[in-house]
């Protein structure tokens, strides 16, 4: 009697494990991956935010000739606040904030032949910290804005 | 002699087993997998649009104030723009305000083209306004008095709320604009004075 047998053998039951954990572990990968560029595309969106506001502070200053401090470097400002409450109190560090950033400024005043306009140069960049693969903080990274400001005399 | 040949086409029972158990656990799998991303992506997008509905408030109350000839934010979670085509009194006034369940309002009516999901009419999420106020950027003391006026900080508190089966869940969304208000700067007559 010959008995003819059509099982899998022991390699192709491997193969096609590691196959299967290699599909899976790229799925995962895939979405880790995912989450953390979404939360990095987020964080900046709100780094440009605070920026921008910043930025508004110092037209306002320079429009009214009244420039608080011409250059700052490296100042501790909240990206992301966790409550309403902690943005309105300021809570820039602790609890309160969920992502901190950098902000630094320069005001500086350009040379013009008008006698009734100056123009001055406001560069301000904001510094921050990206999430990396394992949703850890990684490598810096920096954003800035550039304005001219024209004010009459 | 007669020859019997034996072919065995079916699967025994313990391979059926092992392939049950071997399916089972990737179809669980892949349940698990494509309910957290179904749930992610909702996520994703109920908090897009209440981004977008903050944005687009702070975006409006930025056009209008940098436009406007008198702007008050000393009323409580009330700001006021008015405008004036000549030299006299004001023409119009634009009012924003707040109500919880119907997010900020222009004069007493919700803002065009915007969308804002309330309680009453949405069942899996909905927004809330938690807090509306206008205030000034530089308060207290040891700041210019012009400076103070002209720039304002515009302040939105979002709540998310939605679920996941049985559970609750609640996110907050903070905004803040911050406005130089344009009007501070052309029509201040105290700066000439003070150089």
Redesign the interface.
């Known amino acids: ?7 899998f053998s022991l390699v192709e039951l491997i193969v096609a494990m590691v196959i ?1 954990i290699a599909i ?1 572990g790229s ?1 995962m990968y895939g ?1 880790a991956s995912t ?1 953390n560029s ?1 939360r990095n595309a987020e964080i900046r969106q709100l780094a440009f ?1 605070e920026l921008s ?2 930025m ?2 110092l ?3 320079v ?4 420039v ?1 401090s011409a250059s700052i470097n490296e100042a501790k400002v909240c990206i992301e ?8 109190a300021g809570r820039n560090t602790g609890f309160g904030c969920r992502t901190v950033g950098y902000l630094s400024h320069n005001i500086k005043f350009r040379q013009t032949e008008s006698i009734h306009a100056q123009i001055k140069d406001i560069n301000a960049n904001i510094r921050w910290k990206l999430i990396s693969r394992y949703g850890q903080k990684g490598k810096d990274t920096t954003l800035s804005l550039n304005v001219s400001q024209l004010v009459f005399n | 002699m007669k ?7 079916g699967f025994s029972i313990l ?1 059926l087993m092992v392939a049950m158990l071997i399916s089972s656990i ?1 179809v669980g ?1 892949l349940a698990y ?1 494509v309910s ?2 179904n749930f ?1 992506l909702s996520k ?1 997008l109920y908090r897009g649009k209440v981004n977008r509905y903050g944005n687009a408030v702070m975006h409006e109350i930025f056009s209008t104030t940098i436009n406007a000839n008198f702007v008050n934010i000393e009323n409580t979670d009330q700001i006021i723009c008015g405008f004036r085509t000549n030299q006299s009194s004001l023409d119009s006034l634009k009012i924003y305000e707040h109500r919880r369940n119907d997010g900020v309002l222009i004069n007493g009516k919700p803002i065009e083209n915007l969308n804002f999901y309330s309680k009453d009419n949405n069942k899996n999420f909905y927004m809330e306004i ?2 509306f ?1 206008g ?1 000034h ?2 308060d207290g003391q040891g ?2 008095a ?2 103070r006026d ?2 304002i ?1 515009i ?3 979002i709540k998310l709320h939605y679920t996941r089966g049985n559970k609750k869940i609640m996110e ?1 969304f ?1 905004f ?5 208000t ?1 009007f ?2 052309v029509y ?1 007559s105290s ?1 000439e004075i003070d ?1």
Request: charged share 30%.
């Open positions: 009697m010959i008995k003819i047998q059509s099982g299967i899976t799925i979405i989450h979404l935010i506001n910043k508004e502070e037209k306002g200053q429009a009214l000739n009244r608080q606040y966790n409550t309403i409450d902690d943005m309105i | 020859k019997y040949i034996k072919i065995t086409n391979e990737l799998g997998v957290e991303a992610f994703q938690t807090d106020q205030k950027t530089f700041y210019n012009d400076v002209a720039v900080d302040l939105l508190g907050e903070p803040k604009k911050t406005i130089f344009r501070a700067a201040n700066k150089e």
